[in-house]
């Protein structure tokens, strides 16, 4: 072992949800509109997620994207920079995102609906394995 942990604040959680996503920030630069692309979730957390796109996209500290993803019948808009990227198969890309809130607030109530969320599943897991 190298002496490098990999603990995480947050617990992931995996999904296969679609979203969206476009360029939201270029270091100082907002844009308002922009292309629309589209992605699927492998997983999320309070503190960010991964997902996986058929677009090549850079991986830089001065980009923020914004993410559109449905769970629960409610959509989430949130905004995250890339933090790692691993080509995969067949022109399809993975990354890794790291959320930037404005507010505390907003990260809480992301992480009680992923609660809300997980707790949910297993209540169906449950039915489904036992029906009676």
């Known amino acids: 072992m190298n002496g490098q942990t990999n603990a995480r604040q947050y617990h992931r959680i995996s999904v296969r949800a679609a979203c969206r996503f476009r360029l939201r920030t270029l270091g100082n630069k907002t844009f308002r ?18 997902f996986m796109s058929r ?6 500290e001065l980009l923020a994207w914004q993410f559109l993803i449905e769970l629960n019948g409610e959509e989430h808009n949130l905004l995250g920079r890339i933090v790692w990227k691993r080509q995969g198969v067949e022109g399809t890309y993975f990354y890794g995102v790291q959320f930037l809130f ?10 009680r609906m992923l609660n809300r969320f997980q707790i ?8 489904t394995v036992d029906p009676s």
């Open 102 to 111: 404005i507010r505390e607030a907003d990260q809480h109530h992301l992480v």
């Open 55 to 60: 677009r090549d996209l850079p991986d830089s």
């Open 120 to 127: 949910l599943r297993r209540i169906q897991e449950r039915i």
């Open 33 to 50: 509109t922009g292309e629309m692309l589209d992605g699927f979730v492998e997983n999320i957390s309070g503190g960010g997620l991964s």
